[in-house]
């Protein structure tokens, strides 16, 4: 989405990873002169992966029903 928005962005799978990539983010701030994101992955599994079927979709939280509740 980052990218596609005209910006950089830097996955980091690994924690040893994280101080090249925020060099690296700097750098391509530097040279692109546009905003870098970099992600840092915390968890291997997500808890979204519910298949394609609408109604196979879990709701974790309440939904907001009106709109006081979003």
Known sequence: VVEGLGCKAIRVREPEQIQAALQQAKELMH????????????????????????????????????????
Do not use: Q
Not at 39 to 55: W, Y
């Open 31 to 70: 040279k692109h002169r546009v905003p870098v994101v970099v992600e840092v992955m915390l968890e291997r599994v997500t808890n979204i992966a519910m298949g394609t079927e609408i109604n196979a979709i879990n709701e974790f939280e309440d939904l907001a029903e009106r709109g006081i509740d979003a």
